[in-house]
Antibody
């Protein structure tokens, strides 16, 4: 089973850009049967799916409507990892961010606590 | 979006007894090409990510003990923990993967009585 290792900063100021990376071992980011998700968790919103990136002859993404205008997912096949960029963060984006693989989410990263505060 | 409603919010069960968590979806999550319900259950302990317990409504994930079982179909699902052990104290969540956006229940906290 694959393992996911997250990296990225945990403290941001409002209006900054959140960048997180999820490195995959035991599977390929460009697998034709995989989907790579980002999910966040906060006391106020619970578990919230942010979107996914996957490869089926070409790269595709799906984003949650609530963050669609600020969110970008990318994949790096040379490093076997995928990334999240969330622009113009506000305190409401404070949460623990997870990467996860699958539709039923079989594997999860360790989580990155992100705090947005001035 | 498919709304996931879990009940109860919390429950306390004696060691060795049975804990039952319910999940209701706002529409059917039955995926006919697979002949399965697209419903998963997760266990989350403090400071850890969720861990997949059940997928396809009733299939145990890799390494998940047999005391965890899932049942139900269509819009009503149940997670049963038979013979509760101390290490089962956690939050439990249901999730549908039938339709985007993926959505989760609000969680059920299971404690020892």
């Amino acid at each position: 089973q694959e393992q996911l290792q997250q990296s990225g900063p945990g403290l941001l100021r409002p209006s900054q850009t959140l960048s997180l990376t999820c490195a995959i071992s035991g599977d390929s980011v460009s697998s034709n049967s995989a989907a790579w998700n980002w999910i966040r968790q906060s006391p106020s919103r619970g578990l919230e799916w942010l979107g996914r990136i996957y490869y089926r002859a070409e790269w595709s993404t799906d984003y949650a409507e609530s963050v669609k205008s600020r969110l970008t997912f990318t994949a790096d096949t040379s490093k076997n990892q995928f990334s999240l960029q969330l622009n113009s963060v506000t305190p409401e984006d404070t949460a623990v961010y997870y990467c996860a693989g699958g539709w039923a989410l079989f594997s999860w990263g360790q989580g990155t606590p992100v705090t947005v505060s001035s | 979006d498919i709304v996931m409603t879990q009940s109860p919010d919390s429950l306390a069960v004696s060691l060795g007894e049975t804990a039952t968590v319910n999940c209701k979806t706002s529409q059917s999550v039955f995926y006919s090409p697979d002949n399965k319900d697209s419903l998963a259950w997760y266990q989350q302990k403090p400071g850890q990510p969720p861990k997949l317990l059940i997928y396809g409504a009733s299939k145990r994930g890799s390494g998940v003990p047999a005391r965890f079982s899932g049942s139900g179909a269509g819009t009503d699902f149940t997670l049963t923990i038979s013979g509760l052990q101390a290490e089962d104290v956690a939050h439990y969540y249901c999730q549908q993967y039938y339709r985007l956006p993926l959505t989760f229940g609000g969680g059920t906290k299971v404690e020892i009585k």
